[in-house]
């Protein structure tokens, strides 16, 4: 199936600091990518729908200032936390849709684990 | 507000047993279900799907039934085979998983099968 690269894997900042997150697919273009948030014992939670080349759609509760999104490109869309929190340790993950396909060809990267200290 | 629960966080099996995994929804107009598979590490995969105008969707050893009166939707896989052993997902969305309708997903249920 299709590869979406997503990394860091792992970051630790300290608080204060901004933090980019980096979303690829690897073999197949991505008009549409979602990034989610998954807190422990808790589902992953859709944060906001990535678009190539526009503005990002926010779910409710999400700051677009504070958790800045682009795709610029069919392949590559960035989640950058900005002056980061410990409330904002938790773990990201990001999807990416073939153009035109169901949510079948919804394939994920294997996230980012978030420690602001 | 949790519109897809799972409400059993982990499930133990014997290998060759069923595997019978749970999902309840709130959000009567989803129509389109999914299940998804986690294995450490990685990205959750897609598993196997259901729309709401059946009630059962068989692919190969894992099933998906779907009943809507109950909002309740189970992920029945066997045999169960020891690779079985990850997290799973259920996911729902409200447009029959068109390309703009979005995934609400439940809190995973970490089945392990058992040797």
């Known amino acids: 199936g299709a590869v979406v690269s997503q990394h860091p894997s792992w970051v630790i900042c300290k608080s204060g600091t901004s933090v980019k997150i980096e979303c690829r697919s690897l073999?197949?273009?991505?008009?549409?990518m979602f990034w989610y948030r998954q807190f422990p014992k808790q589902s992953l939670m859709l944060m906001a729908t990535?678009?190539?080349?526009?503005?990002?759609?926010?779910e409710q509760g999400v700051e677009k200032d504070k958790f800045l999104i682009n795709h610029a490109s069919l392949t590559l869309s960035t989640l950058t936390v900005t002056s980061a929190h410990p409330e904002d340790s938790s773990f990201y993950i990001c999807?990416?849709?073939?153009?035109?396909?169901?949510?079948?060809?919804?394939?994920f990267g294997s996230g980012t684990q978030l420690s602001v200290l | 507000d949790q519109q897809v629960k799972q409400n059993s966080p982990s499930l133990s099996v014997q290998e060759g047993r069923i595997s019978i995994l749970n999902c309840d929804y709130t959000n009567s107009m989803f129509d389109y279900f999914l299940w998804y598979k986690k294995y450490p590490a990685e990205g959750p995969t897609f598993l196997i799907s259901i729309s709401s105008i059946k009630d059962k969707n068989e692919d190969g050893r894992f099933t998906v039934f779907l009943n809507k009166s109950a909002k309740h939707l189970s992920l029945h896989i066997v045999p169960s085979q020891p690779g079985d052993s990850a997290v799973y997902f259920c996911a729902a969305s409200d447009g029959l998983g068109g390309a703009t309708n979005k995934l609400i997903f439940g809190t995973g249920t970490l089945l392990a099968v058992q040797p």
């Open positions: 990535s678009n190539e080349g526009s503005k990002a759609t926010y």
């Open positions: 999807s990416a849709r073939i153009r035109g396909q169901g949510d079948e060809k919804l394939f």
């Open positions: 073999d197949f273009q991505a008009t549409t």
